[in-house]
């Protein structure tokens, strides 16, 4: 169970680190052309990012919640 969440914690890492980049490259270019629309693109792909990883540690914290309850 827990190698299996490490590989996953790999995957969406890669996954988040993918997403920053990207976001930084339209910001880039936002201040490259002078275009409002590109900088906001990039703030909305880096705030998907960040949610993406506290969804991950909220739901993870919360599995290993309910695999310590004892079933009824």
């Not at 827990?2 to 880039?28: C, E, P, Y």
Request: hydrophobic share 60%; net charge negative; aromatic share 10%.
């Amino acid at each position: 169970m827990n190698n299996d969440r490490t590989k996953l914690m790999i995957v969406i890492l890669f996954i988040v680190v993918g997403l920053v980049a990207w976001s930084l490259h339209l910001m880039q270019e936002a201040v490259e052309h002078q275009e409002f629309s590109l900088m906001l693109a990039g703030t909305l792909v880096a705030a998907a990012a960040a949610a993406m990883m506290t969804v991950y540690f909220l739901m993870s914290h919360y599995v290993g919640y309910l695999n310590q309850m004892p079933c009824t």
